[in-house]
T-cell receptor
Framework: SQKIEQNSEALNIQEGKTATLTCNYT??????LQWYRQDPGRGPVFLLL?????KEKRKERLKVTFDTTLKQSLFHITASQPADSATYLC??????????FGKGTRLHILP | ETGVTQTPRHLVMGMTNKKSLKCEQH?????MYWYKQSAKKPLELMFV???????ENNSVPSRFSPECPNSSHLFLHLHTLQPEDSALYLC???????????????FGEGSWLTVV
């Protein structure tokens, strides 16, 4: 069955460092991979989308990589700030199929 | 402000009550969704509507009844729920149900439901 794993339930990173979150998947061939941010008690908010033929995508301090051979995406936040603390969700979408979400990783940026 | 508005934000109901969750999207999207989010579980897709027609129902108990009167409004009618149904219920919309170039989902703020 299809499976998405996000590397850890929670991650603590010192302010100013780069936070790296991992999303692995099995039994799936996504055409697109998305990352969402969710703050406590709020709905997820879309951050970035990367296509299967793209290796890397950047948006301000965010960078996403997509390796279809390793079946893995890495999500980086550079120069992390306490305001970056949130849960980050990985979502996969196969062509002509619905999106499936991972459980998320709770990121804490420590001042 | 994501363009998807949910009411109420918080709801406490008894197991014999009937209540409804309401969702409205102002984005001109054709697809609307109900998701359930429980602690330590991934988002669970409950229902999908495309242009007011239900296209997916993921084995959701009949005590949850969706209604989509038009492409901008979505309801989730709740009846004789169980305590384990307590969760965050998220409404969402997207341009279509699947994307030709990636299908971004726009979520509402969610309705926190507690069943007592």
């Amino acid at each position: 069955s299809q499976k998405i794993e996000q590397n850890s339930e929670a991650l603590n990173i010192q302010e100013g460092k780069t936070a790296t979150l991992t999303c692995n998947y099995t039994n799936y061939s996504p055409a697109y991979l998305q990352w969402y941010r969710q703050d406590p008690g709020r709905g997820p908010v879309f951050l970035l989308l990367i296509r299967e033929n793209e290796k890397e995508k950047r948006k301000e301090r965010l960078k996403v990589t997509f390796d279809t051979t390793l079946k893995q995406s890495l999500f980086h936040i550079t120069a992390s700030q306490p305001a970056d603390s949130a849960t980050y969700l990985c979502a996969l979408e196969a062509r002509d199929d619905k999106i499936i979400f991972g459980k998320g990783t709770r990121l804490h940026i420590l001042p | 402000e994501t363009g998807v508005t949910q009411t109420p934000r918080h709801l406490v109901m008894g197991m014999t009550n009937k209540k409804s969750l309401k969702c409205e999207q102002h984005l001109g999207h054709n697809a609307m969704y109900w998701y359930k989010q429980s602690a330590k579980k991934p988002l669970e897709l409950m229902f999908v509507y495309s242009l007011e027609e239900r296209v997916e129902n993921n084995s959701v108990p009949s005590r949850f009844s969706p209604e989509c009167p038009n492409s901008s409004h979505l309801f989730l009618h709740l009846h004789t729920l169980q305590p384990e149904d307590s969760a965050l219920y998220l409404c969402a919309s997207s341009q279509e149900t699947t994307g030709v170039s990636g299908n971004t989902i726009y979520f509402g703020e969610g309705s926190w439901l507690t069943v007592v």
